[in-house]
């Protein structure tokens, strides 16, 4: 038997089974609309997503801006904190309180976001720095509303 008997033979099978419907459709003058796949439109489709969810992210994540982050693994000296930017950051293990001794993967973290993109192509993030400016952040408000700000003496200097 020829490939084309089969082909032949494989058609007219599929006519007693699901493919009668498909006949009487044809016959009773409906037809079946007609789709055009192209690979090329769905391909450029998807790039142009992509492109636009990039240029999302850029824009809600600024330079010099407090945000959250997610740690995502735990080195011997540094944190990988991803913070839903194109690439995660790598923060010194000695930023964080104890040297992380306390941190497991999955805790959210405030960081503050230096740049964007260092050579290497990772998110430059400071733990230490985000401290920081929301202790001053804090000690500005309680100020600007005439309260009192509570500290600890740690240590004195000469002068000053």
């Known amino acids: 038997m020829t490939d084309e008997q089969k082909t032949s033979q494989d058609t007219s099978a599929q ?6 419907d498909a006949e009487r459709a044809h ?5 079946a609309p007609e789709v055009e796949h192209s690979e090329e439109s769905s391909g450029e489709d998807e790039r142009f997503d992509m492109e636009e969810l990039y240029r999302e992210s850029l824009e809600h994540i600024q ?4 945000i959250k982050g997610r740690v995502m693994r735990i080195e011997r000296d540094s944190v990988l904190v991803d913070v839903g930017y194109k690439s995660e950051g790598l923060i010194p293990l000695s930023e964080f309180k ?9 805790d959210e973290v405030d960081v503050l976001l230096e740049s964007k993109e260092d050579s290497e192509g990772l998110v430059v993030l400071s733990k230490e ?4 400016i929301k202790v001053w952040d804090e000690i500005s408000h309680i100020y600007e509303s005439d309260g009192v700000v509570e500290g600890e003496i740690s240590g004195r200097i000469k002068g000053g």
Do not use: P, S
């Not at 006519?15 to 009668?20: A, D, F, K, P, Q």
């Not at 016959?27 to 037809?31: F, K, L, Q, V, Y």
């Not at 330079?63 to 407090?66: F, K, L, N, V, W």
């Open 27 to 31: 016959t009773a003058g409906a037809r």
């Open 15 to 20: 006519g007693e089974g699901r493919g009668l």
């Open 129 to 132: 720095k985000a401290n920081k």
């Open 98 to 106: 104890e040297g992380g001794k306390d941190l497991k993967v999955g």
């Open 63 to 66: 330079e010099g801006e407090i």
